[in-house]
C-alpha cells in the first residue's frame, strides 16, 4: 500500500469521518428544529437527539412545539419519540418512517421562555379567494351590530322614516337610474342605426327613377320590352336588398328595445336587501328565532369559532398538495436514456406511516390534565403516490367526568382536496360563559356542563360546519335590569330553565360564509316576543315597505317615460322607413306587371296579324282556284 | 502548467523509473474513469483500487483526460450498446429489475444506456489497454525515446521560450 494514499486520503478522511460523527446530532437537532420553525411559525425544540447507524434510527429526549398564537405556551410537548428509517430508500433521498413512537405527550403545557421567532413577510393575500379566518371576520363584523331597540316607546321616538332613507343607497332606486342611462345610451345606438339605413334613400330615390323613366306606351318591339323587363327586374333586386338589411337592423333594435325593458323588474332579492337595510337602520328587531338567538349567544359563539377557524386555515394550506413541477434540465451533448424497470412500489420524498401517540401527564401545571392516546397516519409530502389520506384519530380524558376524541381526515389524493373533522367534548365544566351583549341583557353563565360534539367538511374550498352543544346544570348571572320588555321575556325564560340545546351551523356556498343559530328555547322566546311587541314591530315594518315602494314607483315612472319617449321616436322613424320602402317596392312591382302585360298584348297582335295575313292569302289562292274552274 | 508537470513526468515515467506494469495498471485503470460519463458508485470503488494498488497515478491522470476527451465521439456507440445489453437482451431482464430495486442500484446509474454502454466497454477494453500500454512502454524505453528526441517537433518544443521559462520557475528551490 502506498503511504501518500494513508496520509493524504486515509487519515484525512478517517479525521473528517470522525468529526461528522461528533457533530451529526446537533446538525440533524437543528435541521429538524428549523424545518419544525419554518412549519409552525413558532420555536420548535428538541433535546438531546441521537442518531443510531444500525438501524439508521433517530431518538430525542424530549420536542416542544410553542403555539404561535400564544408563545408561552406549547401546542404540545413530548418526551422520548424515536423512529427508524428505510435505509433502501434513504439511498434513493427518500425519507420513509414505518412508525414513529411518541411518548408522553402533554397539550398545551406552559413554557420556561418564549417560543416566539421573527415571522417571515407573509405572502399577498388573493382578494378574491380570502381564508375561512376571514369570512368568519367579515361574517362577524356583519352580524354583530348594535341591537336593534326593544323598547316601543323609544321605538316610535326614534323611528324618522324619512330621514333614515337615503334613497341613492337604495339598490332598487341605483337599479331605475341605471336603467335610464342604459335607455339613453341606447337610443344613441338606435339612432345611430336609422341614421345608418337611411343613408340607403338615396338608393331608393335612383330606384324610383329608373322605374318612371320607362314608359311602356314608346314600347315598339317584344326585344325592347325584354331588355326593359331586365332592367325593372335589377332595381326590384336592388330594392330587396335594402328591405332585407332594414328588416335586419329593425329586428336588432326591437330586441334591444325589448331587452331594456325587460330588465326593469326587480329581483326580489334587491328589493328584500331594501327593506332589510333600512329595517336594520331604523333599529327595528327582527322577531325571528334567529335574530334573537343571534343577539344572546352570537358574539360568544363567533368569537369561540374564529379561534378554531385559524387551524382548518391552517390545514388547508400547510398539508401539501401534489404540483407535479418538472426540474430544469440542461442536458449534456450525449447524456443517455434512462430505461425504467418495474418497482416494487413508488415512495415520496418523505413518509411517516405512522405515529403513536400516548399521553403524558401534567399534574404540575394542571392536576385535571388531558390524558389520551391516538394515531396519526400518512403523513406525506405527496398523497398522491402514497394514495392514502392522513389521518388522525385521538382519545382523552381530562380529569374524572370530562371526555375528549378527536378524528380528522385531510386527503390530497385526488384533485380536489377534503378535509373532515369530527370531535366530541364530554362533561366540560365552564364558569365563565358571557351571553348576549352590552346593549342587550348582557349577562354571564356562571356554572355549567357542557357537550359538545363538531362536525366540520371542507371539500375543496367549500365550508360546512355544524356543532351541536349542550348546556345543563346552568347558573346565571345578569349584568343589570331588564330595560325593556323583550329582555324581561328572554330573561324570565332562561331564569326558569336550567340547561338548553344549541345547534350552530356555518356553511360557505357561493363563496360566501354564512351561519345559522338554534337553540330549543328560540320558539317559547320569540312567541312571546311578538305577542308582546309583535303588532307595533309589524306596523313600523309595513310604513317602511311603502315608503321604499313608493320611491321605486317613482323611479319606475321616470325610467318607463324615457323609455316610452325614446321608443316612440326610434319606431316612428323605422315605420316611415318601412312605408317608403314598400312604396318604392309596389312601384317596381307595378312597372314590372304593366311591361309583362305590354309584352303579353303585343304578342297576342302579332298573332292575330299573322293569322290575318294566313287568311287572306288563303282567301286570294281560293278564289283564284275558284276562277280558275269556272274558266 | 499544472497539466504540464502532469506530462513531463508521464514522460521522465516512460523513460525510466516505475514498471511498465505498474504504467499500464494506472493507465488502464485511469481508462475506465475517463470513459464513464457520470461520478457512480463504480467510479468511487476503481478510485480506491487505483489508490490502493501501487500504479502510476499520472499514467491514470493522463488516461482520464484523455479517455474523457475522446468519450463524446463514442457516445452513440455506448448508447446502442447500453440499449443492447438493459433492453435487448431478454434473459437480464429479471437480473436489471432486481438490481434496480435493490438499495444500493440508485448510486450506480446502472440503468442509465450511456453509463451501462461505457461501463461495459470499458470493461472489454481494459486488458487490451492494459497489454497495449505495457508494450507502448517497453518499445519507447528501448527504441523509440531516442527517435522522439531526434524529432523536429519534441525539439522545437523542448525549446519553446515558454517551456523553458515553465523549467526555470519550476527548478527554483531545487527540482521536485
Redesign the interface.
Known sequence: MRKKFVYYVLIPFVILSVVVYLFIDTWIESAIESAGEAVVGAKVEIDNLRLTVNPIAIEFARLQVANPNDVWKNIFETKKVRFSLNFGQLIRGKYIVETMEVNDVVVGTKRTTSGFIPKPPEPPKDPNNPGLADQMKTLVAGKMNDAPIFDLSLLRKQFKIDSLLNYRNLKSVQHFDTLKSQVLEASKQWDATIADVEKSKQQLKDAEATVRSIDVNNIKKIDDALALIDKVDKTYKTVKDLNATFVTRRTAITDNVNTVYASAKLAPSVLKSDYDGVLALAKIPDLSTSGLTHLLLGKKIFAEADKYMYWVDYAQTAIPKYFPKPEIEYPARFKGQNIQFPVDRAYPKWWIKNIALSGGEDKKQDPEYLYGKGQVKNVTNNQKITGVPLTIAFKGTKGESRAVTFDAMFDRTKDVSHDLYKATLEGVKSGDFTIGQSDFLPGKITKMITDVGVKVDVPGTGFDAVIGADFRNMSLVFERSPRNDVERIVRSILESVRGFHLDVRFWNTNGKLDVALATDLDNQIAARTKQVIGEEVARLEREVRAKIDEKIAEKRKEFEKIYEQKKAEVEGRIREYETLINEKIAMVEAKKKELQDRIESEKNKQVNDAKKKVEDEAKKRLEGLKKGILK | MFWLKFITNFIKILRAGQTPRQIAGGFALGSILGLS?HFTLQNIVIWVIL??L?VNLSAATVAITAFALIA?IF??L??RL??FI??DIESL?PF??SL?????A??TKF?????M?SFFGAIILFLPVYFGMKQFVVAYRTHLHTKIEKMKIYQIISKNSLVQWYQRVRDIGGVS
Open positions: 460519463p489508490l490502493v501501487d463524446f457516445d452513440p455506448f448508447h447500453g440499449y438493459l433492453v431482464r436489471w429489475t434496480y430495486n435493490a438499495p444500493l440508485p448510486l440503468n442509465n444506456t450511456v453509463v454502454g
